[in-house]
Structure formats: structure tokens, C-alpha cells
T-cell receptor, first 110, second 113 residues
Framework: DAKTTQPTSMDCAEGRAANLPCNHS???????VYWYRQIHSQGPQYIIHGLKNNETNEMASLIITEDRKSSTLILPHATLRDTAVYYCIAGAYNTDKLIFGTGTRLQVFP | ETGVTQSPTHLIKTRGQQVTLRCSSQ?????VSWYQQALGQGPQFIFQYYREEENGRGNFPPRFSGLQFPNYSSELNVNALELDDSALYLC????????????FGQGTRLTVV
């Protein structure tokens, strides 16, 4: 599985868009990009995943660059409840495991 | 609320003892994975069970073992506990062995003293 690199921490004002970057320069052709988040004292929560095309669901949007070496998770209108550690994971669709790094700690402030 | 429940929520054990952690997977899910999360770190994959068979294992010693039952619930057993085994143990269920859209429980916080 490809290694991912994320900033250690980020801040975002409530109501503004939170843009969380992820670098996965060694990603291979069959590897997807997954995002999970972990709110304090809870288990990780699935957010979104994608292969090549940009994806959007009710929680977030995922923008993947054309060369697939990096991606950005966008929370369009951050709320205080979005304060969490966000994990970007690159892995094959048929993988049996998720390889978590240390993630980005997003702090949303009023 | 994911529908994945773990018990107990907290546990204190003495070094050298054995512990069993339990996980009930979400309805309709046939795959359970276990992760260990040390303080300040991301979760680390221990192993996965699919239809009662081990389906992949991370870099953990044999004293970490597991079971999956016909109703797809699962147990994680750790023998000869060490201080470094103190961590949050997470269970994740999914509807197939693939890693997408895994649903995690709240975890069991194990403290070894």
C-alpha cells in the first residue's frame, strides 16, 4: 500500500470550507484513496473514497489530481462537530486492511 | 452510531494475564477486523476474520489471536499481556473482506499495569 503524507494539524473557522490535503506520490494504478475521521474517544468513521474521478457525498468532496499523486478532502461548511483527526489512506480495493498514518488534526473554531 | 458494539469499554489487567475482547458486527456484515491504537497514533491492523477464518494478519505476535462465530461476532484474545499492549482496541465490520466502508465500534480501552 502506498504511503500517504498529511499535515499534522490545521485550523478552520466554523462555516468556512475545510480543505485537507494528502500526498500519495507512490500510489499505484489499482489503489484507491480513502478518507476516515476519528472524533475524540470514538472509533474511526468512513467519509469517502475515490480512484480517479472527483467524488462527492453528503459529508464531503474528494478532489484527486490528474496524476493521482495528491488529493484534497473538502468539508464545505465546517462545524464544531467536524473537529477530529482525519486519515487519508491509499490502498487496493481488494485489500484486507486499512493502513492508517498519524492523520491531520483538524480544529474548527467558532 | 454504526451498529458495531464492543465490550467491555474499559479494562485493567496485570502484566502476564490474558484478556478477551468482544465485538458484535453490524447486521448483514460477514467480516470483522481488529485494530490496535496506541495513544497519539493511528490504528494498526491486527487481523481480519471472514466467514470464521482468518483472512489476513498484521505484524503482531501469535499471542494475539482471534475467533469469529457463526453469527459473525468476534473475539480478540491476548495472552501474556505486556505493558505495551495498553491501547484502544478497535473492531471494524464490513460486508466483505474489502477494506472499503468499514464500520468501527467505539473500542475497548485496555490498560496493562
Amino acid at each position: 500500500d502506498a504511503k500517504t503524507t498529511q499535515p499534522t494539524s490545521m485550523d478552520c473557522a466554523e462555516g468556512r470550507a475545510a480543505n485537507l490535503p494528502c500526498n500519495h506520490s507512490t500510489i499505484s494504478g489499482n489503489e484507491y484513496v480513502y478518507w476516515y475521521r476519528q472524533i475524540h474517544s470514538q472509533g474511526p468513521q468512513y467519509i469517502i473514497h475515490g480512484l480517479k474521478n472527483n467524488e462527492t457525498n453528503e459529508m464531503a468532496s474528494l478532489i484527486i489530481t490528474e496524476d493521482r499523486k495528491s488529493s484534497t478532502l473538502i468539508l464545505p461548511h465546517a462545524t464544531l462537530r467536524d473537529t477530529a483527526v482525519y486519515y487519508c489512506i491509499a490502498g487496493a480495493y481488494n485489500t484486507d486492511k486499512l493502513i492508517f498514518g498519524t492523520g491531520t488534526r483538524l480544529q474548527v473554531f467558532p | 452510531e454504526t451498529g458495531v458494539t464492543q465490550s467491555p469499554t474499559h479494562l485493567i489487567k496485570t502484566r502476564g494475564q490474558q484478556v478477551t475482547l468482544r465485538c458484535s458486527s453490524q447486521s448483514g456484515h460477514n467480516t470483522v477486523s481488529w485494530y490496535q491504537q496506541a495513544l497519539g497514533q493511528g490504528p494498526q491492523f491486527i487481523f481480519q476474520y471472514y466467514r470464521e477464518e482468518e483472512n489476513g494478519r498484521g505484524n503482531f505476535p501469535p499471542r494475539f489471536s482471534g475467533l469469529q462465530f457463526p453469527n459473525y461476532s468476534s473475539e480478540l484474545n491476548v495472552n501474556a499481556l505486556e505493558l505495551d499492549d495498553s491501547a484502544l482496541y478497535l473492531c471494524a465490520s464490513s460486508w466483505n473482506p474489502r477494506g472499503t466502508e468499514a464500520f468501527f465500534g467505539q473500542g475497548t480501552r485496555l490498560t496493562v499495569v
